[in-house]
C-alpha cells in the first residue's frame, strides 16, 4: 500500500497526470492517457448589483479541459445539446468511453462545456424555465424520438429501430436518461450565447468547436460575434437550426407537423456577417433513421427538415466561398448511428472520421502543442472591495 502511495505522489510532483481507463474488452483502452494538466473554469458572464448592494454573479459557462502531454496545437471545443449538459461528451450510456477519452488519448486539447442555465453553468436570475415548452425535453418520449433511439408514439411504448448503436441494454436505457439535464432560466438569445462563448474561445485561443443538435445554431453564431481567427473549423453533429443569408429564400419544405417546421425556420443575417463563415472549413454530420416522409411525430419531422435546411446551409456558405461539406453516415457504410453518434457503440469509428477530417484540413499539427486556457487578466474587482485600512 506504502509503494502504491508513493508511486501516485510521485506522478503528481513530476507534474504529469496518468490515467488508465478501460470500458468492456476494448483492447485500445489499455493504451493510458497522458495528461499535462487537467481542471475547469468559468467564462462569461454578467455581475449584476442588487439595490442592497449585495452582487450576484450569473450567466458564465463552465468548461472541464484536458491537456494531454504531447497536445496537438489545436484544442477542441465540445458544446452538448438541449437537455443535455457535457455529460454527452464523458462516457456512454454503457459505461464506454466517450470522446472524453477518446480524443485525449490520440493527443487532443478538448474543452468540454456546460452553457450558460445549465448544468454546473446554472447560476441565474431568470425566472424559471419552462420545460413543457419544448417538445423534446417536454416528455421523455419527446427525448426517446429525439435521439433516434426508435419510436415511441403518444399513449404507446417505445421501440428501438433495428441495427441502431444505442447501447440498449436496461442499465443503459436507465442511464441515458437520467442525463438528461433542466434548464435553470430561460434560455438567453443566440447572439448572447454566441458571445459568451466567444469569451472562451480568448481563453483557449484558436480552436475548433464541435457542436451538437441545440447547439449548432449557436455554433454559428459563436462565429459571428469571435474574433477573426478564433474558430479553425466548426464540426456540427445534426445542428437543430440553421442561419442564412438575407439574399437567401429558405426552401418551402412539406411537413405533418406544424410546430417542427416553425421551429426549423432559419434565421435570417445580414450578409456580410453570414460570409464569416467563409473563413474556416465546416462539416455537418447527420446519423442513421432520419425519416424520408413528413410524419405527425415532432422529434421525427423535426431531423427530417433539420438535414435538408443543413443542406441548404451549406450550398449558401459554398456559394459566398465558403468551404462547408455535409455527410450522411450510412452512405460512408457507417450505420445505425442515432441523434447523438459521438456516444454510440461505435463512437470509435466516429471519432476516427472526425479525426480525418481535421487531418485532411491540417488542423492535426502538434509543433506548437496546445498548453492549457490563458490566464484572464481584469483590471478591476467585480465586486466592491476596499483596501484594508
Avoid at 426552401?251 to 421551429?263: D, L, V
Wanted: aromatic letters at 8%; glycine letters at 10%; hydrophobic letters at 35%.
Amino acid at each position: 500500500m506504502k509503494l502504491r502511495l508513493k508511486k501516485i505522489l510521485f506522478l503528481f510532483c513530476a507534474g504529469t497526470c496518468l490515467i488508465s481507463l478501460y470500458a468492456g474488452n476494448n483492447a485500445s483502452d489499455s493504451k493510458p492517457i497522458v495528461l499535462k494538466t487537467m481542471g475547469s473554469l468559468f467564462f462569461g458572464g454578467t455581475v449584476t448589483t442588487l439595490p442592497n448592494g449585495e452582487t450576484f454573479h450569473g450567466d458564465h459557462g463552465y468548461a472541464q479541459y484536458f491537456i494531454p502531454e504531447k497536445a496537438r496545437n489545436c484544442p477542441l471545443i465540445l458544446w452538448h445539446g438541449m437537455g443535455q449538459s457535457g455529460r454527452s461528451f464523458e462516457s456512454r450510456p454503457d459505461g464506454g468511453e466517450g470522446f472524453m477519452a477518446l480524443l485525449p488519448r490520440n493527443n487532443w486539447a478538448v474543452y468540454i462545456v456546460d452553457q450558460p442555465r445549465r448544468g454546473r453553468a446554472g447560476r441565474t436570475m431568470s425566472p424559471p424555465y419552462d420545460s413543457q415548452a419544448v417538445s423534446t425535453t417536454a416528455r421523455e418520449s419527446g427525448v426517446w424520438n429525439a435521439f433516434r433511439n426508435g419510436i415511441w408514439p403518444a399513449g404507446g411504448k417505445p421501440t428501438l429501430f433495428r441495427g441502431v448503436q444505442v447501447p440498449s441494454d436496461p442499465a443503459s436505457i436507465e442511464q441515458f436518461f437520467r442525463q438528461q439535464t433542466p434548464a435553470t432560466g430561460e434560455e438567453q438569445s443566440r447572439e448572447s450565447l454566441g458571445k459568451t462563448m466567444s469569451e472562451l474561445l480568448k481563453l483557449t485561443g484558436p480552436a475548433v468547436l464541435i457542436t451538437h443538435s441545440a447547439s449548432g445554431v449557436l455554433g454559428w453564431m459563436t462565429a459571428l460575434e469571435a474574433q477573426p481567427g478564433s474558430l479553425k473549423a466548426i464540426i456540427a453533429y445534426e445542428p437543430g437550426n440553421t442561419i442564412l443569408p438575407e439574399d437567401e429564400t429558405p426552401w418551402t419544405i412539406p411537413c405533418k407537423n406544424r410546430q417542427a417546421g416553425e421551429r426549423m425556420q432559419p434565421q435570417m443575417v445580414p450578409v456580410g456577417q453570414f460570409r464569416k463563415l467563409t473563413a474556416f472549413p465546416i462539416l455537418i454530420i447527420y446519423g442513421d433513421n432520419i425519416a424520408g416522409a413528413p410524419s405527425e411525430i415532432f422529434n421525427v419531422d423535426l431531423w427530417r427538415i433539420s438535414s435538408i435546411r443543413a443542406r441548404q446551409f451549406v450550398r449558401a456558405v459554398n456559394r459566398h466561398g465558403g468551404d462547408a461539406r455535409i455527410v450522411f453516415l450510412p452512405e460512408l457504410g457507417i450505420k445505425g448511428n442515432t441523434h447523438a453518434p459521438f456516444a454510440d457503440l461505435n463512437n470509435r469509428e466516429i471519432a476516427a472520421h472526425l479525426e480525418k477530417f481535421l487531418h485532411e484540413k491540417k488542423l492535426d499539427g502538434q509543433n506548437h502543442p496546445h498548453a492549457g486556457p490563458r490566464q484572464k487578466h481584469l483590471k478591476q474587482y467585480t465586486i466592491p472591495l476596499e483596501a484594508t485600512p
